[in-house]
């Protein structure tokens, strides 16, 4: 099991005139290679649960084991737990910060104490995998670049720490369709590629349906749905209430339903709307 | 005189090291006062670099803009231009100055030197408008991105402008924070008759406008309203543009040999067109 989570808590301000509960017993397992996507509402605690996961917030209480390190405890080491965990922050490209985009990526990998050999190759192997030349780009200055790029040399840079699990918080956002294609393209190929456990914060349905194997759904602190996208469109309405939407198809298959049209109810692609439609329409004219 | 802007081979060039670089290549078009106007396209087909020139942050290195009749090219026309195109960018961190709502909305007249009970009634009008009043007396930086954006947007509306630029407003900000400011932006447009100027490249928000401009490379591509530029699925696609899902559903329904119209773009009308 790659991650656990036990009744996590996490309050801010307590005991000042401006407490909050941001997380209320959220109970949460993750599997080695899973691939999940974090969807919420701005204020659900989605943010605050992934900051938990790589030691950056400490829980009020309940407890976190990732590959059965507890990093709730008092004496665990934070470089040990960023080793595993790589967390890559909403508009990381405003993070970059060296003269070149090799020293940019390595700076991660340096502060481990690997040798210059081993820098090179997984500053080559991040780069690689992010689309990045490694031969044209490697002496150039990441400022340089247009913002799409930034954002993949920022991504490059956590791939480097070689995480066993790497969480993405909002990676296409600001981006426009082609540039969101190319990250998320990205974000599965290192997916396959590594087995590596993914963690997606998002807010688009759309995207999220297609890449990951399960959603999990945040509410006021709370997890509200988990499940495979499918299972989880089933609940279109209430998540339409909690202010997340659902696919326009999705949207349209419960129209029709309600309707009348008897359309299956786990449908969430185009082609799947597409095909049940005209086996209704087809049947009814047969009818 | 009916135009609010008009545009007449417009191209802007930089230099970037030292290459020449045509951001914008001789773009005419105009746009009608009372207009809701989507201009789409995706990173660095110059539809910022248009923006930009409509309230003169930007002069054209050859062609004119006019904004209400007025050239932007002459500096005595740029803070009457600038009073009535009013612009909304991306990040609504980067447009807030004050430490007060309220504050925050009286900035732009005050600089426009109008007399304090003037501003007072500005001010609690623009905040009724984009539905913030009960936020007035509270700091810009505990609201929500899509509270942000109206405070923004409330901040423009104070200085009473004929028209408004929106750049990606709601690039930032998640779903329920894209409805509330393109809600007000609708409700500004219909009952306030404020022309408006989207840059968008979600084109869920471009469906309802009166028009929409297509750009790739500095060039005006693709011009009409929704149905006429939606049903076009095959090159929007090849632009790496998004297509609303109802279009593309309408449109592969129609290659299955279904009789239906591919000017089809909410949900609403699919429903009504398969199962009325």
Same mark, same amino acid.
């Given at each position: 099991?790659?991650?656990?989570?036990?009744?996590?808590?996490?309050?801010?301000?307590?005991?000042?005139?401006?407490?909050?509960?941001?997380?209320?017993?959220?109970?949460?397992?993750?599997?080695?290679?899973?691939?999940?996507?974090?969807?919420?509402?701005?204020?659900?605690?989605?943010?605050?649960?992934?900051?938990?996961?790589?030691?950056?917030?400490?829980?009020?209480?309940?407890?976190?084991?990732?590959?059965?390190?507890?990093?709730?405890?008092?004496?665990?080491?934070?470089?040990?737990?960023?080793?595993?965990?790589?967390?890559?922050?909403?508009?990381?490209?405003?993070?970059?910060?060296?003269?070149?985009?090799?020293?940019?990526?390595?700076?991660?990998?340096?502060?481990?104490?690997?040798?210059?050999?081993?820098?090179?190759?997984?500053?080559?192997?991040?780069?690689?995998?992010?689309?990045?030349?490694?031969?044209?780009?490697?002496?150039?200055?990441?400022?340089?670049?247009?913002?799409?790029?930034?954002?993949?040399?920022?991504?490059?840079?956590?791939?480097?720490?070689?995480?066993?699990?790497?969480?993405?918080?909002?990676?296409?956002?600001?981006?426009d369709p082609?540039?969101?294609?190319?990250?998320?393209?990205?974000?599965?190929?290192?997916?396959?590629?590594?087995?590596?456990?993914?963690?997606?914060?998002?807010h688009s349905m759309e995207?999220?349906?297609?890449?990951?194997?399960?959603?999990?759904?945040?509410?006021?602190?709370?997890?509200?749905?988990?499940?495979?996208?499918?299972?989880?469109?089933?609940?279109?309405?209430?998540?339409t209430?909690?202010g997340?939407g659902v696919p326009k198809v999705?949207e349209l298959?419960?129209s029709?339903?309600?309707?009348?049209?008897?359309?299956?109810?786990?449908?969430?692609?185009?082609?799947?709307?597409?095909?049940?439609?005209?086996?209704?329409?087809?049947?009814?004219?047969?009818? | 005189? *009916?135009?609010m802007i008009?545009? $007449? =081979? #417009?191209?802007? %060039?930089?230099?970037?090291?030292?290459?020449? &670089?045509?951001?914008?290549?001789?773009?005419?078009l105009d746009i009608k006062k009372g207009e809701f106007v989507a201009i789409i396209g995706?990173?660095?087909?110059?539809k910022?670099?248009?923006a930009?020139?409509l309230?003169?942050?930007?002069?054209?290195?050859?062609?004119?803009?006019?904004?209400?009749?007025?050239?932007?090219?002459?500096?005595?026309?740029?803070?009457?231009?600038?009073?009535?195109?009013?612009?909304v960018?991306q990040?609504?961190?980067?447009?807030?100055?004050?430490?007060?709502?309220?504050? *925050?909305?009286?900035?732009?007249? $005050? =600089? #426009?030197?109008? %007399?304090?009970?003037?501003?007072?009634?500005? &001010?609690?009008?623009?905040?009724?408008n984009v539905r913030?009043?009960?936020?007035?007396?509270?700091?810009?930086?505990?609201?929500?991105?899509g509270?942000?954006q109206r405070?923004?947007i409330?901040?423009i509306i104070?200085?009473?402008?004929q028209c408004i630029v929106l750049d990606e407003p709601t690039a930032?900000l998640d779903p329920r924070g894209r409805k509330e400011v393109m809600d007000t932006v609708y409700r500004l447009n219909q009952e306030e008759k404020i022309t408006v100027i989207n840059i968008t490249h979600f084109m869920e928000e471009a469906v309802n406008a009166d028009k929409i401009f297509v750009m790739?490379?500095?060039?005006v591509?693709m011009q009409g309203t929704p149905t006429e530029i939606f049903k076009e699925v095959?090159?929007l696609?090849?632009?790496?543009l998004d297509v609303p899902q109802m279009t593309e559903l309408a449109y592969?329904?129609?290659?299955?040999?279904?009789?239906i119209s591919s000017e089809i773009l909410t949900v609403e009308e699919m429903v009504n067109k398969?199962?009325?």
């Amino acid at each position: 099991m790659a991650v656990i989570i036990k009744d996590l808590v996490h309050i801010y301000n307590p005991g000042s005139p401006f407490e909050s509960t941001a997380l209320n017993k959220v109970n949460l397992e993750i599997n080695d290679g899973e691939f999940i996507g974090l969807i919420g509402h701005t204020g659900s605690g989605k943010s605050t649960l992934i900051q938990h996961l790589n030691g950056l917030l400490k829980p009020s209480s309940g407890k976190i084991l990732i590959n059965d390190l507890d990093i709730t405890s008092k004496d665990v080491s934070l470089t040990e737990v960023r080793k595993k965990v790589g967390l890559v922050f909403q508009y990381p490209e405003y993070q970059l910060f060296e003269e070149t985009i090799y020293k940019d990526i390595a700076f991660g990998p340096s502060n481990l104490g690997l040798s210059e050999a081993e820098i090179e190759i997984r500053v080559k192997d991040a780069m690689e995998i992010t689309g990045l030349d490694y031969e044209l780009l490697k002496e150039r200055s990441p400022f340089e670049l247009s913002g799409g790029q930034r954002r993949r040399v920022a991504i490059a840079g956590v791939l480097a720490m070689r995480p066993d699990i790497l969480i993405l918080d909002e990676p296409t956002a600001g981006l426009d369709p082609r540039g969101r294609d190319e990250i998320l393209r990205e974000i599965k190929e290192i997916h396959k590629k590594h087995n590596t456990t993914i963690i997606l914060v998002s807010h688009s349905m759309e995207d999220i349906s297609k890449l990951v194997d399960r959603i999990i759904v945040m509410n006021k602190g709370a997890v509200e749905y988990s499940g495979t996208p499918r299972e989880i469109f089933r609940y279109g309405k209430r998540l339409t209430e909690i202010g997340l939407g659902v696919p326009k198809v999705v949207e349209l298959a419960i129209s029709l339903r309600e309707k009348g049209m008897p359309i299956k109810e786990d449908v969430i692609t185009i082609e799947e709307v597409k095909s049940e439609i005209l086996r209704n329409l087809r049947s009814k004219k047969n009818a | 005189m *009916d135009k609010m802007i008009r545009i $007449e =081979n #417009l191209t802007f %060039e930089y230099t970037d090291g030292d290459r020449v &670089v045509k951001a914008i290549d001789n773009v005419s078009l105009d746009i009608k006062k009372g207009e809701f106007v989507a201009i789409i396209g995706h990173n660095g087909s110059g539809k910022s670099t248009l923006a930009k020139h409509l309230n003169a942050i930007l002069i054209p290195t050859s062609g004119k803009v006019f904004v209400a009749d007025m050239d932007t090219s002459d500096i005595e026309n740029t803070w009457a231009i600038r009073q009535v195109a009013g612009m909304v960018f991306q990040n609504p961190d980067n447009q807030l100055v004050a430490t007060v709502v309220e504050e *925050d909305v009286a900035f732009g007249p $005050e =600089n #426009l030197g109008i %007399e304090p009970k003037e501003i007072r009634a500005r &001010v609690d009008e623009a905040l009724k408008n984009v539905r913030m009043t009960e936020f007035a007396k509270k700091a810009p930086h505990l609201l929500s991105g899509g509270q942000k954006q109206r405070v923004a947007i409330a901040g423009i509306i104070a200085m009473k402008p004929q028209c408004i630029v929106l750049d990606e407003p709601t690039a930032m900000l998640d779903p329920r924070g894209r409805k509330e400011v393109m809600d007000t932006v609708y409700r500004l447009n219909q009952e306030e008759k404020i022309t408006v100027i989207n840059i968008t490249h979600f084109m869920e928000e471009a469906v309802n406008a009166d028009k929409i401009f297509v750009m790739e490379n500095g060039r005006v591509i693709m011009q009409g309203t929704p149905t006429e530029i939606f049903k076009e699925v095959k090159k929007l696609k090849e632009l790496g543009l998004d297509v609303p899902q109802m279009t593309e559903l309408a449109y592969e329904l129609k290659e299955e040999g279904l009789d239906i119209s591919s000017e089809i773009l909410t949900v609403e009308e699919m429903v009504n067109k398969l199962w009325p």
